[in-house]
């Protein structure tokens, strides 16, 4: 009887001693499993990563190249058409014209339908077909091929005038030097204009415009301005600088010494 009783407690013990064991080897068995989650998932999360890199980098490349979808010396069309800014212009009446627009600045087309499709670059000189009637549109047969536009519509505002006369800074200083020296009594004064101003002269400043309707505009304004309160000719030596404000006007700054006395002027 006790040796059957000592064969049962053994054999609950070995039993305890197995389970025991086996409760082990599992939990040992599952830390390779959880570790290899861990590497999957980090690689996962590089994968993205990269996968947002290189949509970013194409969203820029396209960005960069969809301003231009063609061009040509004179004019640029968008790839994709902008904004409607204005009603329908193909439904107007249109006579035949020969004016010019002559870009001093980009200036917007539009297409038939009043949508901004590109523009007329800087510099450039772009003859017109044909000018509204009753609306202040002109339009030019579209020069570029394979592209949707039968013409191309720009505002008559920006019309080449004939007499109309554009000054840049460069060209606005010489007209003020050409100005002095064409005058009669630089025959008997012999006015002289710096390369630099220096230290001892004095400076007058004022704002001219840089477009004028014909030749008489731009010498009434320019006498007006440099010849009536204050007199540039009243000075031996000068020295001009030009530079661009805002809203189409030009800076004007007169540096000045060396007063005449036109007494002594036969």
Same mark, same amino acid.
């Not at 990563?49 to 960005?63: F, H, L, M, Q, Y």
């Not at 087309?109 to 949508?115: C, F, P, T």
């Not at 800087?122 to 030019?140: Q, V, Y």
């Not at 012999?190 to 007058?204: A, N, P």
């Given at each position: ?30 830390? /390779? %499993? ?31 190249? $969809? ?59 772009? *003859? ?6 009753? &609306?202040?549109?002109? +339009?030019? %047969?579209? /020069? ?8 191309? =519509? ?5 019309? *080449?005038? $004939?007499?109309?006369? +554009? ?11 050409? +100005? ?10 012999? =006015? ?5 101003? %220096?230290?001892?002269? $004095?400076?007058? %400043? ?20 440099? *010849? ?24 004007? +700054? ?5 007063? &005449? ?6």
């Amino acid at each position: 009887m006790k040796k059957r009783i000592i064969g049962i407690l053994v054999t609950g013990m070995i039993v305890a001693s197995l389970t025991g064991c086996g409760t082990k080897t599992e939990a040992t068995e599952q830390v /390779p %499993e959880s570790s290899n989650a861990i590497v999957d998932v980090s690689n996962e999360i590089t994968e993205t990563e990269d996968t947002e890199a290189d949509v970013e980098v194409k969203e820029e490349k396209i960005t960069e190249n $969809e301003f231009v979808g063609a061009e040509d010396e004179n004019i640029v069309l968008y790839a994709e058409v902008g904004n409607q800014d204005y009603c329908p212009l193909d439904e107007k009446n249109y006579e035949s014209s020969t004016d010019t627009v002559s870009a001093m600045e980009d200036i917007p087309l539009y297409n038939s339908g009043g949508y901004a499709v590109g523009y007329i670059k800087n510099g450039s000189s772009i *003859t017109l077909d044909e000018t509204g009637t009753d &609306i202040g549109w002109a +339009r030019f %047969e579209n /020069p570029i091929a394979g592209t949707d536009y039968d013409y191309l =519509y720009v505002l008559k505002d920006y019309i *080449t005038n $004939e007499d109309e006369i +554009r000054l840049t800074v460069e060209t606005m200083k010489q007209r003020i030097i050409d +100005r002095v020296l064409d005058s009669p009594v630089n025959d008997d004064v012999h =006015y002289v204009f710096l390369d630099e101003k %220096e230290s001892d002269m $004095e400076v007058y %400043e004022c704002n001219l415009m840089s477009v004028y309707t014909d030749e008489l505009d731009f010498q009434y304004w320019l006498d007006e301005e440099l *010849t009536r309160d204050f007199n540039m000719l009243d000075y031996k030596t000068l020295y001009v600088e030009c530079e661009d404000d805002a809203d189409g006007w030009i800076t004007v +700054r007169l540096y000045y010494k060396d007063i &005449i006395d036109w007494t002594q002027i036969q």
